[in-house]
T-cell receptor, first 114, second 113 residues
């Protein structure tokens, strides 16, 4: 069975600082991996996805993530945090195509300090 | 803009009642999935419908059921509501099988008293 673990339920960074949100996965088959963002009282928006192509994936709003098979990790980064990045971030895994069952982590709430 | 809409936005029910939540997918998206997101948790997969047939189910009891219609709309029905059913219910649609991206609606927040 697929699973993801997000390390750190809350992360605070200063505006302009590096954002690093951690995600480790467990999968018996090559996974498809996703990062979603959820703003207050809204649904989920896809930030980026890894589907076995390039290991460094660039997404929207300046975010990127690197798939590291040896570390079973898919950490999300952004070089310079902006106030508008404050939200809940979810890592998710699918064992086949992305339109199959997604298994989500418990989320990381990102707070940006002015 | 994903084009996935859900109704109602909020709902209050009492324990034992039944509820129907609705989702309208993007045109051409014949796959729809439903997720339950409890407060402070990640979404949990309930089930998926493809071409009006259930196509996978998570660890949810049979009192959670669904329907998908030819016009790309779908329903989630929950019978005999329990307090723990209080959550945000999300639907997600995607292009025909083989697509990699699910597009989520804004969700329906259900409170069971």
């Amino acid at each position: 069975a697929q699973s993801v673990t997000q390390l750190g339920s809350h992360v605070s960074v200063s505006e302009g600082a590096l954002v690093l949100l951690r995600c480790n996965y467990s999968s018996s088959v090559p996974p498809y991996l996703f990062w979603y963002v959820q703003y207050p009282n809204q649904g989920l928006q896809l930030l980026l996805k890894y589907t076995s192509a390039a290991t460094l994936v660039k997404g929207i709003n300046g975010f990127e993530a690197e798939f590291k098979k040896s570390e079973t990790s898919f950490h999300l980064t952004k070089p310079s945090a902006h106030m508008s990045d404050a939200a809940e971030y979810f890592c998710a895994v699918s064992d086949r195509k992305g339109n199959e069952k997604l298994t989500f982590g418990t989320g990381t709430r990102l707070t940006i300090i002015p | 803009e994903t084009g996935v809409t859900q109704s109602p936005t909020h709902l209050i029910k009492t324990r034992g009642q039944q509820v129907t939540l609705r989702c309208s997918s993007q045109s051409g998206h014949n796959t729809v999935s439903w997720y339950q997101q409890a407060l402070g948790q990640g979404p949990q997969f309930i089930f998926q419908y493809y071409r009006e047939e259930e196509n996978g189910r998570g660890n949810f009891p049979p009192r959670f059921s669904g329907l998908q219609f030819p016009n790309y709309s779908s329903e989630l029905n929950v019978n005999a509501l329990e307090l723990d059913d209080s959550a945000l219910y999300l639907c997600a649609s995607s292009l025909p099988s083989g697509s990699e991206t699910q597009y989520f609606g804004p969700g329906t927040r259900l409170l069971v008293l």
